[in-house]
């Protein structure tokens, strides 16, 4: 049957966030026609993030700082970090072509600064630009590799992913992508034997039913972050319009690039897949709800690694917090406190059942409340200030604050009297952070995995489609690939899908998308 269509390109990119702008970027310096495709004004979650890549080996902004990194302690420490989620060869390319993606970005106006932060922090104020944005100073992971700091944020106030996606979208148009905004991709279009040859989509029309999508969709992208129950109302408003869109089939003729986003959103799929995770906070946009993921499967796709999500549970800025003792509801310790927020939520949800607190005295409480100023944005300083005002349980001694905790009091006594005997810490704690908690009145702040307003606990899923790792076309369960269809970014499985650091999900989607857009824009046209 001869198929009927509305439009062409050769090369079909779905999503245009982070992977998505990239993929198209690639393919049209490859030579090829793009068309990207986006459900809302494009962005996706890389426009809302930190905008941090994690780039090493010796970057520019490195040796402006004075770190002389290598690729072999890149490669060292992500080893540790990625647990074969990738193989060792692709993860050596990914380290070994570091450099080049981050010069490659900065090369299409995306600015980095060489600022760094010498304090341990979730995310850096506007005087720092380039901090240790792992576990990279951290026992196990500094035995084994020469620490580095290798998050590189986008340069700007706030949080800086939109000056990513900004300066992306911009240089995508400027080499000829075109781009169709509040346009929702339905089906994937195959020919007889299988190979996708194109897409389906609802393009909402000009006029008041788009004006009225973007700004539902504007408020509902800042109040998820915030408030997700709030932005869930808009959900229903957005979907309607978006059906009453023109329905509209665009031939590929080299090929579809998936680059949707991960499925957060999507809470049966979240209950399938990773039901632990249920009571975190969704960290992205609705696009965010695994449709990419479902356009894959529905021609054959597999997926792998959908069990992998990244909850989120920093304990710092303030860095003092850091010296406190994070408890589980047995009043056991559990982690370094040091650790990354991601290795902290997943000891939290994995083995504790995500249930939490941080333990602090007096003493430490001041020292945080005095390093506010200097150390946080505004965002992390509200939450510091809810923390700090309301959303802690306060008892004058320790078996008090178990009480009214809930926490096993005598396992919260056993665990304070050995962490205040000093020596040598469990957990490989820096001693520059080991403070005895001794002086009252205690405080135990709530860092569980359950959704509240003030202290939320972000996650994003890891897995996504299986991909071939040389080309990023989309591979079947035996196997096999399926000519025409590639996927990037959280899509796909990739590099983060074991575990997560800041920057190294961009760092992905740079990598990824590169990958698909270059061997796409290289395939034989379609017939």
Not at 252 to 263: E, H, K, S, W, Y
Not at 356 to 385: C, G, N, S
Request: aromatic share 8%.
């Amino acid at each position: 049957m001869t198929q009927q269509w509305d439009d062409e390109t050769d090369v079909l990119v779905v999503g245009f966030g982070g992977a998505g702008a990239c993929a198209a970027i690639e393919a049209a310096d490859n030579g090829s026609e793009v068309l990207a495709l986006d459900r809302f004004d494009g962005g996706g979650a890389t426009a809302i993030s930190g905008g941090v890549v994690y780039a090493g080996g010796g970057t520019a902004q490195q040796k402006d700082a004075g770190f002389a990194d290598t690729t072999g302690a890149m490669l060292e420490y992500l080893r540790l970090e990625t647990n074969g989620a990738v193989s060792d060869e692709t993860l050596r390319e990914f380290c070994e072509t570091s450099i080049d993606n981050l010069e490659w970005l900065q090369s299409h106006g995306v600015p980095f600064d060489s600022s760094f932060c010498p304090y341990k922090t979730s995310y850096p104020t506007n005087e720092h630009y380039l901090y240790y944005s792992g576990n990279e100073i951290t026992p196990p992971y500094s035995e084994v590799a020469e620490p580095a700091p290798r998050g590189h944020r986008v340069h700007g106030k706030g949080t800086s992913g939109k000056g990513l996606t900004d300066n992306l979208d911009a240089a995508a148009r400027a080499k000829g992508v075109r781009v169709w905004r509040q346009s929702t991709v339905t089906e994937l279009i195959t020919d007889a034997s299988g190979n996708v040859i194109g897409a389906q989509c609802m393009r909402l029309p000009g006029g008041f039913k788009r004006a009225a999508h973007r700004l539902l969709s504007n408020w509902n992208r800042k109040l998820n972050i915030y408030y997700r129950p709030l932005g869930k109302r808009l959900d229903g408003p957005l979907r309607r319009i978006e059906r009453s869109g023109v329905l509209t089939r665009v031939r590929a003729r080299r090929g579809v690039v998936l680059a949707a986003g991960g499925f957060v959103f999507n809470k049966p799929m979240l209950t399938e897949h990773a039901p632990a995770y249920r009571s975190g906070s969704a960290l992205g946009t609705i696009g965010d709800d695994g449709s990419g993921i479902r356009l894959g499967r529905a021609v054959g796709g597999a997926t792998t690694r959908m069990h992998r999500v990244s909850a989120w549970r920093f304990i710092n800025p303030p860095v003092a917090l850091s010296k406190g003792v994070l408890v589980d509801g047995a009043g056991e310790r559990f982690v370094n406190e040091l650790s990354y927020g991601a290795k902290v939520g997943e000891r939290m949800v994995e083995e504790h059942g995500g249930i939490a607190y941080l333990i602090a005295d007096q003493r430490l409480v001041d020292e945080a409340k005095r390093q506010l100023p200097e150390q946080t944005l505004w965002f992390q300083r509200l939450q510091m200030e809810y923390l700090f005002r309301a959303g802690h349980i306060k008892a004058d001694s320790v078996e008090e604050l178990a009480r009214r905790t809930g926490i096993d009091e005598r396992g919260l006594v056993r665990t304070l009297s050995a962490y205040n005997a000093g020596g040598p810490d469990a957990f490989g704690k820096a001693e520059q952070y080991l403070q005895a908690i001794e002086r009252g009145p205690y405080y135990a702040f709530d860092c569980s995995l359950r959704t509240r307003q003030g202290y939320p606990c972000p996650m994003i899923t890891l897995g996504g489609l299986a991909v071939d790792e040389a080309s990023g076309l989309v591979a079947r369960a035996d196997g096999s690939t399926i000519a025409g269809l590639y996927a990037a970014g959280r899509n796909a499985s990739g590099i983060c899908s074991e575990s997560y650091v800041s920057g190294l999900s961009l760092a992905d989607c740079v990598y990824s998308g590169r990958r698909a857009g270059r061997h796409v824009a290289t395939r034989e046209s379609s017939a």
